[in-house]
C-alpha cells in the first residue's frame, strides 16, 4: 500500500540526519521544507522533499493525500501516562481549589489509593472500554504513540489485570500502546506499615511473573517521600533490569531526593517529572544521556513548581515532555496543551516543544530509531494541522488543529 501526502505548505520533519536525540540548540531545527510532499510505502516513509521535485506520473496506484496547504509533522509520542483506570477524582479537584494540597488528600486515603479500590473492583473488560474512549480522542488530537503504566492495581493479580489490559489494547487498537509496569506507584492499605514486605512482593513474585509473560517493557518506580525512597527504588529497578526490563523513575517530583542521581547511575532510559532536581542531578543526567521527561500538565494543573527546562536544555541534557495523564494530578491527554504550558511557564520555545513531544520523545521510550520525525526508513505517523506555521500550534491553545492523522502509512477516519 503507497500514499503520497502533497501540498504540504510547511513539513515539519524534525529530523533530516536520523539522528536519534537532539540537544541543546539542535532542539531548535526543525527540519523545515516549504512546498513539501512525502512518500510511504508500506507503513514506512521513503522520501521526503519539495513537490516540484515530485513527479506527479510517477504515482500510479498510490493512494494521494492532498494536504490543502496545511502544516504537517509527525505524531506526537505521549511517553508518559496512567490512562488505564476506573472512577475520577473531582471531589479532590475541588478540596485542591480550596486549598487542600495533594499530599493532604493523599494522607487521608485519597489520592493514588482512591483509584486504587476503583481499580481492583473494575474488571479487564471495564479497564480497556474506559481507555478506549481516551485512546480515541488522544488520536483525533494528534497522539500516535502512547506509553501505559499499571500501578493502579498494587496487588499481583491487580497489576497483571492491568498490564494485560494494556498490551491487549495494543493489539486492539490504532493507536501504539508501551506497556510500563509501575508496582510500585504506592504502598497499597494492606501492607501499611510494611513497606519493606510489599518491595519484596514487587521484586519477589511481580518483576519475575512480568518479565516472563513478557507483560512490559519499562519498569518505573514514584521514588518520593511517603512511596519509596531511593535505596527501595534502586533494589527494585536493580531486580528489573536483572529481568530484562528498561528503567524509568518518578523523580524530584515534590522533593529532591537524588532520583535523578539514581537513573543516572542505573542507566535508565528516562527520568520523569524533575520539578526539584538539582545542578548536581542535571550533571548526573546529561553524563549518563538519560531522557529527561517534564510534565507541565501536572505543575500547571496542581499549582506546584515546574521544572527547570530551561537549565537542562542549556546544560545538553536531552528533554522530552509528556501529558502525564492521570485522574489525580493531571487530568488532560492534550499534547499541544502541554506544549503551551511549556513555553509559557518554563521558557522553552516553540522549536523546542515540538522536538521535545516528538523526536526526544520517542527517545524516551527507546523508540527513535522508528519514531518521532518524518525521516527516510521511520514509520509514517504524521499529522495535518491546519494552521499557518507550527508556531501557530503552542499559540492557540485550546482548539485541536488537527485535520488528519496518518498511522502507519494509513490515513485515518478520525
Ligand atoms: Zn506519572
Not at 138 to 164: A, C, F, N, R
Not at 268 to 294: F, N, Y
Not at 368 to 391: F, Q, R, W
Request: aromatic share 6%.
Amino acid at each position: 500500500m503507497n500514499l503520497a501526502l502533497i501540498n504540504i505548505k510547511q513539513l515539519v520533519a524534525v529530523s533530516t540526519d536520523g539522528n536519534r536525540i537532539k540537544a541543546k540548540e539542535d532542539m531548535r531545527e526543525l527540519g523545515i521544507i516549504e512546498n513539501a510532499a512525502v512518500l510511504i510505502e508500506n507503513g514506512v516513509i521513503t522520501w521526503v522533499g519539495r513537490m516540484e521535485e515530485l513527479s506527479m506520473g510517477s504515482l500510479k496506484d498510490t493512494e494521494v493525500l492532498d494536504c490543502l496547504d496545511n502544516v504537517v509533522m509527525p505524531g506526537f509520542v505521549d511517553s508518559h501516562t496512567h490512562l488505564l483506570f476506573a472512577g475520577s477524582r473531582e471531589d479532590e479537584f475541588a478540596l485542591r481549589s480550596q486549598g487542600v494540597t495533594y499530599r493532604e488528600i493523599a494522607a487521608r486515603g485519597g489520592g493514588i489509593l482512591n483509584t486504587v479500590k476503583h481499580v481492583r473492583q473494575a474488571t479487564k473488560k471495564e479497564l480497556k472500554k474506559n481507555a478506549r474512549q481516551w485512546l480515541s480522542a488522544m488520536l483525533q488530537q494528534g497522539t500516535t504513540t502512547v506509553e501505559i503504566k499499571s500501578g493502579y492495581g498494587l496487588d499481583t493479580q491487580s497489576e497483571i489485570k492491568m498490564l494485560e489490559a494494556i498490551n491487549e489494547l495494543n493489539k486492539e487498537e490504532v493507536m501504539a500502546v508501551v506497556p510500563t509496569f509501575l508496582g510500585a506507584h504506592a504502598v497499597p492499605p494492606e501492607f501499611k506499615d510494611q513497606k519493606a514486605d510489599y518491595v519484596e512482593t514487587i521484586t519477589n513474585t511481580m518483576i519475575p511473573y512480568v518479565s516472563s509473560k513478557k507483560l512490559a517493557l519499562f519498569c518505573d518506580v514514584f521514588c518520593e517521600q511517603g512511596y519509596f525512597d531511593v535505596e527501595d527504588s534502586r533494589v527494585i529497578l536493580t531486580q528489573a533490569k536483572q529481568f530484562g526490563l528498561h528503567v524509568k523513575l518518578h523523580a524530584e517530583e515534590f522533593s529532591s531526593s537524588g532520583g535523578a542521581e539514581l537513573a543516572a547511575s542505573l542507566g535508565a532510559v528516562s527520568a520523569d517529572h524533575l520539578e526539584h532536581i538539582t545542578e548536581k542531578g542535571i550533571q548526573a543526567l546529561l553524563k549518563a544521556g538519560v531522557v529527561a521527561t517534564l510534565l507541565p500538565g501536572v505543575s500547571f494543573f496542581l499549582n506546584h513548581q515546574y521544572a527547570p527546562a530551561r537549565k537542562l536544555i542549556d546544560a545538553g541534557v536531552t528533554v522530552a515532555i509528556a501529558t502525564d495523564f492521570n485522574p489525580g494530578s493531571c487530568m488532560s491527554y492534550s499534547m499541544p496543551l502541554m506544549m503551551t504550558i511549556a513555553c509559557t511557564h518554563m521558557g522553552m520555545t516553540p522549536e523546542e516543544v515540538i522536538t521535545a513531544s516528538t523526536l526526544n520523545a520517542a527517545a524516551a521510550l527507546n523508540l527513535s530509531h522508528e519514531l518521532g520525525s518524518i525521516t527516510v526508513g521511520k514509520k509514517a505517523d504524521m499529522i495535518v494541522l491546519d494552521i499557518p506555521n507550527y508556531t501557530y500550534l503552542p499559540y492557540h491553545f485550546g482548539e485541536n488543529h488537527v485535520v488528519k492523522v496518518v498511522k502507519d502509512g494509513v490515513v485515518l477516519e478520525c
